[in-house]
């Protein structure tokens, strides 16, 4: 008999606000510890939060994004409990009535078609500090300049059926945050973390027993870390036992789970409605606002470039993976609209994959989207072949010449004189007298031996179409 | 002198009659003489008060004198000040020194008040009784064998005992009218949103307010002006707040067509035969002043002191966590890992009624517990409200005795928290519906001073102060004072 896995995600996603979630420091990442702190992050006696409204803004651009409700008055509670890092001794967090509620978000299936996922909630709340053990000999350090900086929890409904789909969410998600601009959501920085509930069951059963697998960042811990506990979970079953609800914590070196602690020393957070703030309300008009100034989302413009510039779409994919990205690709197309497929190929294949290789981000690139418009202009204009273009490209990447001077300089320069075309194909032709007559004595496939020994002849610049309409004639005799 | 009001010191003091560092001397020789009785200080720098009393003289000299201008202002220790510790009376904050001033002490400063220390409460504000203050308990000025009633028992002892003019307190329950009532002074709650409690030592946050504690009606009113106003940096100070004229809701005295609430839930039995008597013929006297009595009904009056049991201590279980030996305040000796750094810490700086209100709010908030208790609370919370709400359709105010009964010798009570908590019976109400009170002294019971509580709407402090102004220029309670320390009672 077969096992369902059953998995729900919480994302923590840092927002990309100026100053933190309940008072004025900044929220600048890698500073030396401690000196983004004020008495409020503090949790200083006496000091009393004030909301970032920017936040709260982007909390409901990002709820608008998946579709889902958005409360026009919510409440903040306090979460309770002791660790050195919460300087409280509670956390700020929405639990009774979130911001958001009720959204979904929608994966590519591999029969091409598309599986929704459901979106509980997006609640707003602070992140705590940070303990650092390393290298410390039975103490711990504490660096609260991370103490305040406002999160986004995004709660997925328990949807999804395997580490694929999981991951898929994620990706999403990942790249819708980027696209609206809400967060950096740099897995690497902690700045989007992630918590998966992972529990299995007999199809048609009621869900099993679930672990929660606590704050990854890394898009392939997180699949090994639920593969992982897929099979431990039915190990455990199969063999008789039963799970334990519990958390645990992946360790990505040894690649297995560990469990953090068991249900008994569970905590009770003990929430209730945080008194130093008084409900957040915001107004349908602020809401519309927002609505009306969300960017183009990752699925509208895919489905726009397949249409509009009529890209595969997985072209289309590549392309609106970053608001940067797609960008680019338009003012290449803006710049060189003749043929918007041209410019699709060569910015997924050529540019992208080189930056790539190189480990560099689009924002890096040495060539910007004007100057490749101009190379496939030329390729457009029959100045060089496509093949010539790409020693061109390569050349750019390295200089900041124009790309007319590198044509010049390497002497790409399609020849299109047919003149010089004749000229070189009726050498061709007295080299190989017996081509020629098994041409004309009806062995047409010839003509490919023609066109390439023409080209090579002129180290490739021969404009090819050229070559072709000339050769027909010329060989005719 | 000593038992002068801020105004009267105040008019010497813009007369040129006497100086500000002259004052300050006044009230600096009398905490030296008398406060080892009473211990209604826990801080004072006689040094650094002569200096503010001396920038204050410059000040006068240069410009034209600022409202408060001179005049000498205790403060409860629950309010944070740059200058000198603020350990809020309790062993974990033992030696705290705050990096910044409360909003109230800024005000305090900008109004061109001296402040002259810090007086003794209970631990947190937890207590009606400055017993359970971790600096010794504080004494009555009218019995030293008595409490002088709490939290803000420092406040109202060195005020009675005219060690200051005037105090800060702050009211959670009751802490400033309970105490105003049993050492025979003026204290007034202002409406829950009127003053900034940032930089205040937070107990319950929903339910603390501070407030002037003082000899005199228009006192009180001199203080508000000062430290009230919307403050950006506390969420909960209401930025839209009606601005009242202070002073003049003291000048405006006519009681003529008052209508006063008496509700029947605030007159009972088992409260003290002479309190109800002193209470009802200050009733008659406002009656003889043309106000109209009117029996009213506050139903949900009994739950009151049930609900405030269960919030305040859930608020103040979270707000005290912070104290953890982790970043400040108290930590144990050689800890042998966190817990033990945690629970030890927290065992040795806390006090019992502090461990037993954060017992009790983490038991009311735990799950399973949650909806029977705080939730129920929260609801007759709304409910009392709401009694408030009907009854002010009927009245302008609402009279009650502050106290069921006069203030108890030290000790009495200190091993019944339960009957305690009931000291606060008739203060309660008005903070869980975050409504301006005031308690001012309005007779005397087994020679102990009896208080009168007014009640006002949301934002009228200028109907409780016009109404108690009234009543003080028509009695003589006010101008009572302890023989012991120097008045003429
Ligand atoms: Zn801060």
């Given at each position: 008999m077969s096992w369902e896995i059953v998995i729900g995600l919480e994302v923590h996603c840092q927002l990309n606000?100026?100053?933190k979630a309940f008072c004025g420091c900044s929220t600048q990442f890698?500073?030396?510890?401690?000196?983004?702190?004020?008495p409020v992050c503090l949790g200083m006696p006496g000091q009393l939060p004030v909301l970032n409204t920017v936040a709260v803004d982007k909390t409901i651009l990002t709820g608008l994004a998946i579709n889902a409700h958005i409360n026009l008055e919510s409440k903040f509670d306090r979460k309770n409990y002791f660790y050195p890092d919460l300087p409280k001794g509670y956390q700020i967090s929405q639990f009774a009535v979130p911001i958001v509620e009720g959204g979904y978000i929608d994966i590519p299936t591999k029969d091409g078609g598309e599986k929704r996922l459901g979106v509980t909630r997006i609640h707003m709340e602070e992140d705590a500090g940070k303990s650092m053990h390393e290298g410390l000999d039975a103490v711990s350090h504490i660096d609260l300049?991370?103490?305040?900086?406002p999160l986004m929890e995004i709660v997925s409904e328990?949807?999804?059926?395997?580490a694929d789909e999981a991951i898929a969410y994620l990706k999403q998600l990942h790249q819708l945050i980027r696209f609206l601009g809400v967060?950096?959501?740099?897995m690497e920085k902690g700045q989007f973390r992630c918590d998966a509930n992972v529990s299995v069951r007999r199809p048609g059963e009621p869900f099993g027993t679930r672990t929660e697998m606590k704050n990854m960042n890394s898009f392939r811990f997180i699949k090994q870390a639920i593969e992982f506990e897929v099979l431990r979970q039915i190990e455990i079953i199969e063999d008789g036992g039963e799970v334990v609800q519990e958390s645990r914590l992946w360790d990505s070196v040894k690649c297995e789970s560990r469990s953090m602690r068991s249900k008994e020393e569970a905590?009770?957070?003990?929430?209730?409605?945080?008194?130093?703030?008084?409900p957040l309300r915001v107004s349908q008009q602020e809401v519309d606002a927002i609505k009306a100034g969300m960017p183009e989302l990752p699925g509208q413009l895919r489905k726009r470039f397949e249409t509009e510039?009529?890209?595969s779409s997985y072209d289309a994919d590549v392309l609106t993976q970053t608001l940067e990205s797609a960008a680019w690709y338009e003012s290449l197309v803006a710049a060189h609209p003749a043929d918007p497929k041209r410019c699709a190929n060569w910015m997924a294949n050529e540019l992208l994959g080189r930056l790539n290789d190189a480990g560099k981000e689009l924002s890096e690139s040495p060539v910007s989207a004007a100057r490749l418009a101009e190379l496939l202009n030329r390729i457009g204009d029959n100045t060089i072949s496509g093949k010539a273009a790409k020693d061109v490209f390569d050349a750019m990447m390295e200089s900041a010449d124009s790309v007319d001077a590198i044509i010049e300089a390497k002497g790409l320069?399609?020849?299109?004189d047919s003149g010089a075309i004749d000229t070189i194909i009726l050498e061709v032709m007295a080299a190989n007298p017996a081509q020629v007559e098994g041409y004309r004595g009806?062995?047409?496939?010839l003509l490919g031996f023609f066109v390439g020994q023409v080209m090579k002849a002129s180290r490739g610049k021969a404009n090819p179409g050229m070559v072709n309409q000339r050769l027909l004639e010329l060989l005719k005799g | 002198m000593p038992f002068s009001s801020l105004s009267e010191i105040q008019s010497r003091l813009s007369s040129g009659e006497t100086t500000a560092v002259e004052v300050a001397k006044l009230y600096l020789d009398r905490i030296a003489s008398y406060n080892d009785e009473?211990?209604?200080?826990?801080h004072i720098d006689p040094t650094h008060v002569l200096a503010q009393a001396e920038a204050s003289d410059k000040y006068r000299s240069e410009h034209d004198a600022r409202p408060l201008e001179g005049l000498p202002i205790a403060v409860k220790d629950i309010f944070c000040t740059q200058d000198g510790p603020t350990q809020c009376c309790s062993n974990i904050l033992k030696d705290f020194h705050a990096p910044y001033d409360a909003e109230v002490i800024t005000k305090l400063k900008e109004a061109g008040a001296v402040l002259v220390g810090k007086t003794n409460m209970d631990e947190f504000a937890?207590?009606?009784?400055?017993?359970?203050s971790a600096f010794g308990v504080c004494r009555n000025?009218?019995?030293?064998?008595?409490i002088p009633g709490g939290s803000s028992g420092g406040s109202a002892a060195a005020v009675a005992a005219a060690l200051t003019p005037a105090a800060l307190g702050t009211d959670t329950g009751g802490s400033i009218r309970q105490p105003a009532s049993l050492t025979g002074i003026t204290g007034l709650k202002p409406?829950?949103?009127?003053?900034?409690?940032?930089g205040i030592i937070a107990f319950a946050s929903s339910l603390d307010q501070a407030g002037p504690m003082t000899r005199t009606v228009k006192d009180c009113a001199m203080i508000t002006a000062a430290i009230s106003g919307h403050d950006p940096?506390?969420?909960?100070?209401?930025?839209d707040a009606p601005v009242i004229d202070w002073l003049s809701a003291c000048e405006?005295?006519?009681?003529?067509g008052l209508k006063i609430g008496k509700p029947k839930?605030?007159?009972?039995?088992?409260?003290?035969a002479e309190v109800r008597a002193s209470v009802e013929a200050a009733l008659k006297k406002c009656e003889e002043l043309g106000a109209e009595i009117i029996d009213i009904s506050l139903p949900n009056t009994e739950y009151a002191i049930a609900a405030y049991y269960v919030i305040a201590p859930s608020e103040a279980s979270a707000n005290l966590?912070?104290?953890?030996?982790?970043?400040?305040?108290h930590r144990c000796e050689d800890p042998e890992d966190l817990l033990d750094m945690y629970t030890r810490s927290r065992d040795e700086g806390f006090g019992s009624e502090v461990k037993r209100r954060i017992l009790t709010g983490a038991f009311a908030l735990s799950s399973g517990y949650y909806d029977a208790y705080y939730l129920k609370a929260q609801q007759v919370r709304t409910l009392i409200q709401q009694d408030f709400t009907a009854a002010f359709e009927q009245v302008d105010v609402i009279a009650t005795p502050?106290?069921?009964?006069t203030a108890f010798k030290l000790g009495e009570k200190t091993d019944d928290p339960l009957t305690m908590y009931l000291s606060d019976i008739f203060t309660i109400a008005v903070n869980l519906a975050g409504l301006p009170g005031l308690s001012q002294p309005c007779g005397f019971a087994q020679n102990l001073p009896v208080g009168l509580q007014w009640i006002g709407p949301a934002w009228r402090e200028d109907t409780v102060l016009s109404a108690a102004s009234a009543y003080e220029a028509a009695t003589?309670?006010?101008?009572r004072s302890p023989a012991a320390f120097g008045g003429e009672s």
């Amino acid at each position: 008999m077969s096992w369902e896995i059953v998995i729900g995600l919480e994302v923590h996603c840092q927002l990309n606000t100026d100053t933190k979630a309940f008072c004025g420091c900044s929220t600048q990442f890698g500073a030396e510890p401690n000196t983004q702190t004020c008495p409020v992050c503090l949790g200083m006696p006496g000091q009393l939060p004030v909301l970032n409204t920017v936040a709260v803004d982007k909390t409901i651009l990002t709820g608008l994004a998946i579709n889902a409700h958005i409360n026009l008055e919510s409440k903040f509670d306090r979460k309770n409990y002791f660790y050195p890092d919460l300087p409280k001794g509670y956390q700020i967090s929405q639990f009774a009535v979130p911001i958001v509620e009720g959204g979904y978000i929608d994966i590519p299936t591999k029969d091409g078609g598309e599986k929704r996922l459901g979106v509980t909630r997006i609640h707003m709340e602070e992140d705590a500090g940070k303990s650092m053990h390393e290298g410390l000999d039975a103490v711990s350090h504490i660096d609260l300049n991370r103490s305040g900086v406002p999160l986004m929890e995004i709660v997925s409904e328990p949807d999804m059926r395997s580490a694929d789909e999981a991951i898929a969410y994620l990706k999403q998600l990942h790249q819708l945050i980027r696209f609206l601009g809400v967060s950096g959501a740099d897995m690497e920085k902690g700045q989007f973390r992630c918590d998966a509930n992972v529990s299995v069951r007999r199809p048609g059963e009621p869900f099993g027993t679930r672990t929660e697998m606590k704050n990854m960042n890394s898009f392939r811990f997180i699949k090994q870390a639920i593969e992982f506990e897929v099979l431990r979970q039915i190990e455990i079953i199969e063999d008789g036992g039963e799970v334990v609800q519990e958390s645990r914590l992946w360790d990505s070196v040894k690649c297995e789970s560990r469990s953090m602690r068991s249900k008994e020393e569970a905590h009770d957070y003990r929430y209730f409605p945080e008194p130093d703030l008084p409900p957040l309300r915001v107004s349908q008009q602020e809401v519309d606002a927002i609505k009306a100034g969300m960017p183009e989302l990752p699925g509208q413009l895919r489905k726009r470039f397949e249409t509009e510039f009529g890209l595969s779409s997985y072209d289309a994919d590549v392309l609106t993976q970053t608001l940067e990205s797609a960008a680019w690709y338009e003012s290449l197309v803006a710049a060189h609209p003749a043929d918007p497929k041209r410019c699709a190929n060569w910015m997924a294949n050529e540019l992208l994959g080189r930056l790539n290789d190189a480990g560099k981000e689009l924002s890096e690139s040495p060539v910007s989207a004007a100057r490749l418009a101009e190379l496939l202009n030329r390729i457009g204009d029959n100045t060089i072949s496509g093949k010539a273009a790409k020693d061109v490209f390569d050349a750019m990447m390295e200089s900041a010449d124009s790309v007319d001077a590198i044509i010049e300089a390497k002497g790409l320069k399609q020849v299109s004189d047919s003149g010089a075309i004749d000229t070189i194909i009726l050498e061709v032709m007295a080299a190989n007298p017996a081509q020629v007559e098994g041409y004309r004595g009806g062995k047409d496939k010839l003509l490919g031996f023609f066109v390439g020994q023409v080209m090579k002849a002129s180290r490739g610049k021969a404009n090819p179409g050229m070559v072709n309409q000339r050769l027909l004639e010329l060989l005719k005799g | 002198m000593p038992f002068s009001s801020l105004s009267e010191i105040q008019s010497r003091l813009s007369s040129g009659e006497t100086t500000a560092v002259e004052v300050a001397k006044l009230y600096l020789d009398r905490i030296a003489s008398y406060n080892d009785e009473l211990n209604a200080f826990v801080h004072i720098d006689p040094t650094h008060v002569l200096a503010q009393a001396e920038a204050s003289d410059k000040y006068r000299s240069e410009h034209d004198a600022r409202p408060l201008e001179g005049l000498p202002i205790a403060v409860k220790d629950i309010f944070c000040t740059q200058d000198g510790p603020t350990q809020c009376c309790s062993n974990i904050l033992k030696d705290f020194h705050a990096p910044y001033d409360a909003e109230v002490i800024t005000k305090l400063k900008e109004a061109g008040a001296v402040l002259v220390g810090k007086t003794n409460m209970d631990e947190f504000a937890m207590g009606s009784s400055t017993e359970t203050s971790a600096f010794g308990v504080c004494r009555n000025p009218w019995d030293t064998e008595r409490i002088p009633g709490g939290s803000s028992g420092g406040s109202a002892a060195a005020v009675a005992a005219a060690l200051t003019p005037a105090a800060l307190g702050t009211d959670t329950g009751g802490s400033i009218r309970q105490p105003a009532s049993l050492t025979g002074i003026t204290g007034l709650k202002p409406t829950y949103g009127r003053v900034s409690r940032r930089g205040i030592i937070a107990f319950a946050s929903s339910l603390d307010q501070a407030g002037p504690m003082t000899r005199t009606v228009k006192d009180c009113a001199m203080i508000t002006a000062a430290i009230s106003g919307h403050d950006p940096r506390d969420a909960t100070s209401v930025s839209d707040a009606p601005v009242i004229d202070w002073l003049s809701a003291c000048e405006s005295r006519d009681m003529k067509g008052l209508k006063i609430g008496k509700p029947k839930e605030y007159f009972v039995d088992g409260m003290d035969a002479e309190v109800r008597a002193s209470v009802e013929a200050a009733l008659k006297k406002c009656e003889e002043l043309g106000a109209e009595i009117i029996d009213i009904s506050l139903p949900n009056t009994e739950y009151a002191i049930a609900a405030y049991y269960v919030i305040a201590p859930s608020e103040a279980s979270a707000n005290l966590s912070r104290y953890d030996g982790v970043r400040f305040g108290h930590r144990c000796e050689d800890p042998e890992d966190l817990l033990d750094m945690y629970t030890r810490s927290r065992d040795e700086g806390f006090g019992s009624e502090v461990k037993r209100r954060i017992l009790t709010g983490a038991f009311a908030l735990s799950s399973g517990y949650y909806d029977a208790y705080y939730l129920k609370a929260q609801q007759v919370r709304t409910l009392i409200q709401q009694d408030f709400t009907a009854a002010f359709e009927q009245v302008d105010v609402i009279a009650t005795p502050t106290s069921p009964i006069t203030a108890f010798k030290l000790g009495e009570k200190t091993d019944d928290p339960l009957t305690m908590y009931l000291s606060d019976i008739f203060t309660i109400a008005v903070n869980l519906a975050g409504l301006p009170g005031l308690s001012q002294p309005c007779g005397f019971a087994q020679n102990l001073p009896v208080g009168l509580q007014w009640i006002g709407p949301a934002w009228r402090e200028d109907t409780v102060l016009s109404a108690a102004s009234a009543y003080e220029a028509a009695t003589e309670w006010s101008r009572r004072s302890p023989a012991a320390f120097g008045g003429e009672s």
